[in-house]
């Protein structure tokens, strides 16, 4: 069991920038794929970002340019840099690990961002 514990939301105002972390309890971090996810309220949960073990990096069509993944192996963490937040970026944002040889697939307890003036 690979336990994620997420932090850096907050409200932010329209233009602003937030980091989001989220640490890993596993020794073998550097083996998974690792994603960033939003809800917003009424909405399914989509697909912010994703870094792969290799890290390759892939984003939605609403955040490129904007927001960037990143990960430091040597300290189980990966990072989303989110610059230029719009209202629309408003959700509770989660972090998700997974690790395709096993099937593995865990989440995080998720970080309230709110933009707003």
């Known amino acids: 069991q690979v336990q994620l514990v997420e932090s850096g939301g907050g409200l932010v105002q329209p233009g602003g920038s937030l980091r989001l972390s989220c640490v890993a309890s596993?020794?073998?971090?550097?083996?998974?794929?690792m994603g960033w996810y939003r809800q917003a309220p009424g909405k399914q949960r989509e697909l912010v970002a994703v870094?792969?073990?290799?890290?390759?990096?892939n984003y939605a069509d609403s955040v490129k340019g904007r927001f960037t993944i990143s990960r430091d192996n040597a300290k189980n963490t990966v990072y989303l840099q989110m610059n230029s937040l719009k209202p629309e970026d408003t959700a509770v944002y989660y972090c998700?690990?997974?690790?395709?040889?096993?099937?593995?697939?865990?989440w995080g307890q998720g970080t309230q961002v709110t933009v707003s003036s």
């Open positions: 998700n690990a997974e690790r395709t040889a096993t099937l593995a697939r865990y």
């Open positions: 596993t020794v073998i971090f550097r083996l998974y794929d």
């Open positions: 870094i792969t073990s290799s890290a390759g990096t």
